[in-house]
């Protein structure tokens, strides 16, 4: 998967650039020639950029985050804060690191209290939608499943064989271990929802449209199976 940059900010970038952009003059905009308006959105472009890592901080924080951006933009940061920079540094990626994991494990403990939901120990929620009859998913096995990705936190879809039209084939030892984990509990012909911690995904990587540390919703059908021969 590639990396996609957000097409919102670039195609405002080009109308502002040929004249085209219908811009709200807000009491920011009027402080900005009409000329210089097509880096105040660049500069949105940017911003877009930090929302996950600004989802779990406060207004304050935002602020101060701005105004840092700003300081090092500008060339004016503040020596005293610099001096110790590598402290706030750790500090602020151990704040977010908290409340990124304090956000997952309520999402999962949700997750968990739907009807037929189980957590296992790995902290992967599985919910079973329909029960299989078939056969079950050995080590191995190379399965054709029918499936929608979305991430957690908002419910955006980041991929579907089912809006594909076509099931899926895929070696279950290639599989992210959400998804390894999650077949070897269902059943030919079954369906079920899996509630993937960012551990059992794409950790703190991400992939592609997927951000980093984030919980994945997966809706599977088990199609078939063919065992490792």
């Given at each position: 998967m590639l990396r996609i940059v957000p097409r919102t900010s670039v195609v405002a970038l080009r109308r502002a650039v040929a004249g085209?952009?219908?811009?709200?003059?807000?009491?920011?905009?009027?402080?900005?020639?009409?000329e210089d308006r097509p880096w105040y959105v660049v500069g949105i472009g940017m911003a877009e950029h930090l929302e996950a890592l600004s989802k779990n901080m406060s207004a304050a924080e935002k602020k101060a985050l701005a105004a840092g951006f700003t300081g090092r933009f500008l060339g004016e940061p503040d020596a005293?804060?610099?001096?110790?920079?590598?402290?706030?540094?750790?500090?602020?990626?151990?704040?977010?690191?908290?409340?990124?994991?304090?956000?997952?494990?309520?999402?999962?403990d949700a997750a968990a209290q739907e009807?037929?939901?189980?957590?296992?120990?790995?902290?992967?929620?599985i919910q079973t939608v329909h029960e299989?009859?078939?056969?079950?998913?050995?080590?191995?096995?190379?399965?054709?499943?029918?499936?929608?990705?979305?991430?957690?936190?908002?419910?955006?879809?980041?991929?579907?064989?089912?809006?594909?039209?076509?099931?899926a084939?895929?070696?279950?030892?290639?599989?992210?271990?959400?998804?390894?984990?999650?077949?070897?509990?269902?059943?030919?012909?079954?369906?079920?929802?899996?509630?993937?911690?960012?551990?059992?995904?794409?950790?703190?990587a991400g992939a592609g449209p997927i951000p980093g540390d984030a919980i994945l919703v997966f809706d599977v059908e088990l199609i078939s199976v063919k065992p490792k021969a």
């Open positions: 085209r952009a219908a811009f709200h003059v807000s009491s920011t905009l009027r402080n900005i020639a009409e005293a804060v610099m001096a110790e920079a590598s402290k706030y540094q750790q500090l602020a990626e151990q704040m977010l690191k908290e409340r990124a994991m304090a956000a997952a494990s309520k999402v999962l009807p037929g939901a189980v957590k296992t120990p790995t902290g992967l929620v299989g009859t078939g056969e079950p998913c050995p080590p191995g096995a190379e399965v054709t499943v029918h499936y929608t990705g979305s991430l957690a936190a908002d419910g955006t879809v980041f991929d579907s064989s089912v809006k594909r039209g076509q099931p084939t895929f070696p279950v030892d290639h599989l992210i271990p959400g998804w390894q984990e999650g077949l070897k509990m269902m059943k030919v012909g079954g369906k079920a929802k899996m509630t993937i911690p960012s551990e059992l995904g794409y950790g703190a």
